[in-house]
């Protein structure tokens, strides 16, 4: 390779047009040199053209014209400046490289090989196909002694290797040929010495025949003789032995190795630069076009060259000299620098990456070739890591592939920076994964204020403000829901680095920090728009709160814990517009109620379904609304509940007033219940906290009793009636919603259970109000059986559900699912439990085979009373809907935790799954307060009156459980919401497989 510096061709530009000429990378001489060394390739082309490969030279110069975007005047004078340069020096670089089943020449049965080969300047044609003496002729007859080489002697071998490289001028490829040449060769010896090599009756000829010829003469073991017009540029293969009679026919191969290649090129680049600097520039001009060419654009390119560009690059490596090695060198090189222009498929990057790995030895390169692999190590990692900062510009959803592309980089990205290369070129480059996640952090900083000044209102006020700011927050939420959906798993599977939790941790503090900035201006007398600008925003921020739910882990409060204290001041604006907007509602209702039913198989008007809407709306406002402080919420569910009230009270005075402009008969009717439900109501809604419920619903609800008969046949009660229900359903809504509250004493949910209590009584007054169907829904069963347990924890809860789930499983005979049998005993001495589990009968199958693979885990229930015992598991039975375990276990526990209500043994049943999750075979429950040992004689149990128990495998509830809904609804404890998340994948498994 020639030693001489490289010529600086220019720099890459940061952005770049597809239609735009590539030609501009270089100076218009540097083009016109690495014109002319193309040409000069292309004109002295050696070797048979491969079959992949473009054969005719008017088609490459045609092509690489094109490329280089030469017209057809510029084209010419470099071609007759191309033909007056001197011809090249053609060589054949050939590699003797071993040879295989050789005649065996001495007494001992083997040989002592080696080759003279060389080249005849012009070799005959044969005058008849079957006359092949002249092909076989000797090298030594036909070649000049100076031109001929000659490889090492192997001794005593019939399978010699040399693995020999030899440089072979010659002038026409037309005329010339290659000779090879294998010789025995024959060192004096004496008899003796023969004789004592002697093996058999073939090595004693051979000493008689040897005895007959002259003293050192070789024999003559085959040759290979080619046309050099017959070889392609490189070629590798086993080629015959011929002989020169027919004596030994078969004599053996030999394994030989050409290049057709250049010495001594007239170009100016040749001559001036190193050889794998040419061929990179080359590589740079041709691949720039072929990617402008692809008619789907650079990012879809794939790497695959046309067969002109592969033919043009294959002629010149080959002339070049370039080793494998130094080939890829130059395409890492020539590519990692278009890909920071062109940007296509960085998949392309990965064969060079792979091959520099697979060859690196550092010793192959010069000092300053080791240089500028390493800048351009450095240069693609920070062009990588830049892209990656702006990831969501650079590779938009909205794009095609924009998945496949940011992934291919990540990958890339982390093969080089494995490279041995790599690390021994770049010892001060800093972990990649680090380097990332900083890119991260300031890439999402900079979308954001890129976001927040793109929204910025035009008109500087608080409600144009609020509005952009909830616009800003609906980016945000949409981007994070992208990191957490789409770009997380790439991240995780290439650097181990959580996108979501990245991003997450740093917009939830931009946001924070600009919100808060924004709020401190507002005035505190709030006016109305103003708070109703903010209502979205709040709803906004809760949202993007909620998304904390997907952080795997993060240490200390977030800055949006206690964001609905910016709000504090505009609460009461916002129950006041959903009050108002309810009332006016209402209101255009009864001034459109006909008082005439307004359906086949309905009795009340159509206000009523008016007013059924307006009420959910203010439920929607109250659900919405979350308020995380359990007291304050606690006040705010007063007040809504004080607002729906009132809009009762009006909407009866308002039908009152309707009915009388409809009918005047009923008006007497109409005004009486006016008059009483006012003033009741109104002691309902002045009703403070120290007042029990009792004494503001019963008076109300015994004035119903009594007005109820009267308005039997009325229209209006029916009307009333409907009010009533109404009532009833979102007067459960609002308690429901106060109860699933973090309050933090009992006495709340006492109060609230009384109220309950007497809103039930008084609603039914005695079977004259409300029938008990209707008041008993499912919402208020859950009600109730919720309050009246609200005041013990979760855990309580969940060993309740235990204590159902086991006499769920006495009170059922039936073993749909199949059955499991085992033994258990406790051991107070040891405080000790021991399971046995003997078997499973009937199971189902689960396997497309018809059949299942068993096994028993066995954990102990509730989790909280055995925090510190792991989950056991049998052995996994092949193919078995009876399987037989026979297995024993230990549980070291006390016997107090025996004794709690709910504790049990929990059995379940998977069917083993390689691929995918395990199948939900069953589970069994087995209380242990009822273990043999517990509360008998240890010793009897000992005695083997341990008794079987069989229990049969049940599923879960494929409509949920009453217990699991109360703890879903506990959404600040974290055990509950644990709790209920194992069961519903328990449950999910059960529905499946259903």
């Not at 992949?52 to 014209?65: I, R, S, T």
């Not at 010495?263 to 040419?278: C, E, M, W």
């Not at 209500?901 to 998977?910: D, M, P």
């Amino acid at each position: 390779m020639d030693a001489a510096g490289e010529t600086p061709m220019g720099t890459l530009p940061g952005e770049e047009s597809p239609e735009m000429d590539l030609s501009h990378r270089f100076s218009k001489r540097e083009l016109a040199l690495l014109y002319e060394e193309v040409l000069y390739t292309i004109r002295h082309r050696l070797g048979k053209p491969e079959h992949h490969h473009v054969a005719d030279a008017q088609e490459l110069y045609a092509y690489v014209q094109k490329a280089f975007g030469m017209d057809a005047e510029e084209h010419s004078v470099i071609m007759q400046q191309v033909k007056e340069l001197e011809s090249p020096i053609f060589c054949l670089k050939a590699t003797v490289k071993e040879a295989k089943g050789i005649l065996g020449k001495d007494v001992s049965g083997f040989s002592d090989p080696y080759c003279l080969l060389g080249i005849e300047a012009k070799s005959q044609e044969p005058a008849h196909p079957d006359h092949k003496k002249r092909m076989k002729a000797v090298v030594k007859d036909l070649i000049p002694e100076d031109q001929i080489h000659r490889t090492q002697v192997i001794s005593q071998t019939l399978s010699p290797v040399w693995d020999e490289t030899f440089i072979l001028e010659f002038e026409d490829t037309e005329t010339a040929s290659f000779h090879l040449d294998m010789w025995d060769s024959d060192v004096v010896e004496s008899v003796r010495h023969k004789l004592g090599e002697l093996t058999d009756l073939h090595g004693l000829k051979r000493i008689f025949k040897d005895a007959r010829k002259d003293k050192g003469q070789d024999d003559f073991l085959g040759n290979v003789v080619l046309r050099l017009k017959d070889l392609h540029c490189w070629d590798d293969q086993w080629y015959q032995l011929e002989p020169r009679t027919e004596t030994y026919p078969n004599r053996g191969q030999c394994h030989l190795q050409f290049l057709l290649t250049h010495k001594k090129r007239a170009t100016t680049s040749s001559r001036t630069q190193p050889s794998y600097t040419v061929h990179r520039h080359l590589l740079q001009q041709l691949v720039s076009y072929e990617i402008l060419q692809h008619q789907a654009g650079s990012v879809a390119w794939d790497g695959e060259l046309s067969r002109h560009a592969s033919t043009v690059l294959y002629l010149h490596a080959t002339q070049k000299d370039l080793s494998h090695f130094h080939q890829v060198m130059a395409q890492w090189l020539a590519y990692s620098k278009l890909y920071q222009s062109l940007e296509f498929s960085s998949n392309c990057l990965l064969h060079q990456i792979t091959s520099i790995e697979y060859q690196w030895v550092q010793e192959r390169l010069r000092p300053e070739q080791k240089a500028e692999l390493a800048e351009s190590f450095q240069s693609l990692l920070t062009y990588g890591v830049s892209l990656i900062r702006r990831y969501r510009i650079i590779f938009p959803l909205s794009v095609p592939r924009s998945t496949e592309r940011l992934q291919s980089l990540l990958r890339v990205l982390v093969q080089m920076c494995k490279m041995k290369a790599f690390h021994e070129l770049c010892t001060l480059s800093p972990d990649l994964p680090q380097t990332v996640s900083v890119a991260l952090k300031s890439g999402t900083t900079e979308w954001f204020h890129m976001k927040k000044q793109h929204l910025k209102p035009m008109v500087k006020s608080m409600e144009e403000n609020g509005k952009a700011l909830s616009r800003l927050l609906l980016e945000v939420i949409g981007d994070l829901q992208q990191c957490q959906k789409i770009w997380n798993k790439f991240f995780i599977n290439t650097l181990k680095l959580n996108l979501f939790s990245i991003a997450y941790l740093e917009l939830e503090s931009l946001v924070a920090e600009h919100v808060q900035g924004q709020l401190r201006e507002v005035d505190s007398s709030m006016s109305k728009p103003t708070a109703e600008s903010l209502f979205q925003l709040y709803m906004n921020l809760q949202e993007l709160y909620r998304m904390k739910d997907f952080l795997p882990k993060r240490d200390g409060p977030l800055a949006l814990s206690n964001f609905h204290q910016w709000f504090k001041e505009a609460v009461p604006q916002w129950l006041q517009k959903a009050y108002t907007i309810a009332l006016e509602r209402a209101q255009r209702a009864v001034q459109m109620d006909q008082l005439t039913p307004f359906g086949e198989h309905n009795k009340h008007s159509t206000s009523t379904v008016d007013l059924s809407t307006c009420y959910a709306q203010i439920v929607k406002t109250w659900q919405q609304l979350n308020w995380p402080d359990p007291e304050e919420a606690f006040m705010i569910m007063v007040k809504i509940v004080e607002d729906m009230c009132k809009i009762a009270l009006m909407y009866c005075r308002l039908i009152k007033e309707r009915a009388e402009a409809l009918s005047l008969n009923e008006g007497e009717a109409a005004n009486r219940l006016e008059k009483g439900i006012a003033r009741h109501i109104q002691e309902l809604s002045s009703s403070n906290d120290t007042r029990e419920p009792e004494d503001s619903i019963i008076p109300l609800m015994k004035f119903l009793e009594s007005e109820l008969q009267y308005l039997n046949e009325h229209l209006v009660q029916e009307n009333f009636k409907s009010l009533l229900t109404l009532l009833w359903h979102h007067t459960l809504a609002v308690l429901s919603a106060a109860a699933g509250q973090q309050v933090p004493s009992a006495q709340h949910y006492k109060k609230l259970h009384c109220a309950l209590k007497s809103l039930e009584l008084c609603f039914h007054a005695e079977g004259c109000g409300l029938p008990l169907e209707t008041l008993h829904t499912a919402a208020f069963l859950s009600l109730e059986t919720h309050l009246a347990l609200c005041s013990a924890t979760s855990r309580k809860l969940i060993q309740k559900y235990f204590s159902n789930r086991i006499q769920q499983q006495l009170d059922t005979s039936s073993e749909k699912y199949g059955a499991v049998t085992i033994k258990a005993l406790y051991r107070p001495s040891e405080q000790k439990l021991r399971v046995e589990v003997l078997n499973a009968v009937n199971l189902i199958p689960l396997d497309s085979n018809g059949s299942s693979d068993p096994f028993v885990q066995l954990t102990l229930e509730p989790r909280h009373e055995f925090p510190e015992v792991v989950a056991r598991t049998t052995q996994c039975k092949r193919n078995e809907l009876h399987p037989l375990f026979d297995e024993a276990f230990d549980f070291l526990i006390p016997a107090e935790k025996c004794r709690q209500e709910g504790a049990c043994l929990l059995l379940t049943v998977f069917d083993y799954d390689t691929l995918g999750a395990n199948d939900l075979e069953g589970e069994a429950f087995f209380p242990l307060h009822h273990l043999p040992g517990l509360d008998t004689d240890e010793d009897q149990a000992d005695a083997g009156r341990v008794p079987q128990t069989r229990l049969p495998l049940t599923h879960p509830k494929p409509t949920g459980d009453e217990i699991l809904r109360l703890l879903e609804s506990r959404k600040g404890d974290k055990e509950a919401q644990a709790f209920v998340k194992l069961r519903k994948q328990r449950a999910k498994q059960s529905k499946e497989m259903e």
